[in-house]
């Protein structure tokens, strides 16, 4: 039997503690089994994980990438890099 994964997206300093790390970082996520983030969901009230999806932000999600560690649920965890910007000379 096949178990459904999601992804969540994460504040990306939970990821990068380095501030210069932090700085490259524009969004982070994690990828847990679905039915661990459902009851993640239902333990912060939500009715389904549906419902959470539909209304989570960034705070929802604090704690959870060490919580899925700690738990041996985490299944993948990354994260999207800022472009990089250039100066131009004048």
Known sequence: MNKK????????SEIATNPQAHERISKA???VPEEWAEQQARHQGFNTLEDFLDEY????TVGWLQQATDEGVLLACGATVKRPTFAHAD
């Open 57 to 60: 932000t960034f705070d929802h």
């Open 5 to 12: 994964i999601i992804m969540v997206w994460i504040y990306s």
């Open 29 to 31: 996520w994690i990828m």
